[in-house]
């Protein structure tokens, strides 16, 4: 049953990483730093961090709770599933509202579109895999956003439905 719960964990996972990638490579919103004008052109990923929890819990914590594994096995376990998580890879934003992702040899393409006060940046509107990226600053040259994803499911197969959030930090340059 273990490895049924753990199975379920990774699947979720790495489903949350795709879309927390592609979605965060469109990502590019400004605290009134900036402009649409300053958005359009090639960016590159040049750093990421993210931290994961689970109803509030560190997942190394959760997995330790709620899955009984060791801290060692629940560190080893986040390894294996989140070494690769990191965002890398290049976003162009085009001016005519759609954009071009490449992450790890993988293409995205959909829409953008940046809020009238610059604040909030949102990517394909409208389809499931609408995102909304809040971008901390904007200039012509370098952007840092942030971006979170929730999923909600029975992780452990407890009956009671589990929050799993994904919260990254990227900075990107042109």
């Known amino acids: 049953m273990k490895r049924l719960n753990l199975f379920r964990v990774s699947a979720i996972l790495l489903g949350l990483t795709f879309l927390t990638l592609t979605s965060c490579d469109k990502d590019n ?3 009134g730093n900036g402009s649409s004008d300053e958005l359009i052109g090639k960016w590159t990923i040049t750093s990421s961090t993210y931290e994961i929890t689970v109803n509030g819990d560190n997942i190394i914590q959760y997995l330790m709770e709620a899955m009984g594994l060791t801290e060692t096995e629940a560190e080893e376990f986040a390894e294996f599933f989140f070494s690769d998580m990191g965002a890398t890879g ?7 509202g759609t954009y071009v992702a490449i992450s790890d040899g993988e293409t995205d393409e959909g829409t953008w579109v940046l809020s009238s006060d610059n604040k909030t940046l949102t990517m394909d509107k409208g389809t499931e895999y609408e995102a909304a990226i809040a971008v901390i600053s904007l200039t012509s040259t370098k952007a ?3 971006f979170t994803q929730t999923e909600t499911d029975d992780l452990d197969e407890d009956g009671t439905p589990d929050t799993m959030e994904i919260f990254m930090h990227l900075e990107l340059s042109k």
């Open 29 to 31: 919103d400004t605290n």
């Open 90 to 96: 290049t976003i162009e934003f085009k001016s005519d």
């Open 144 to 146: 840092v956003m942030e």
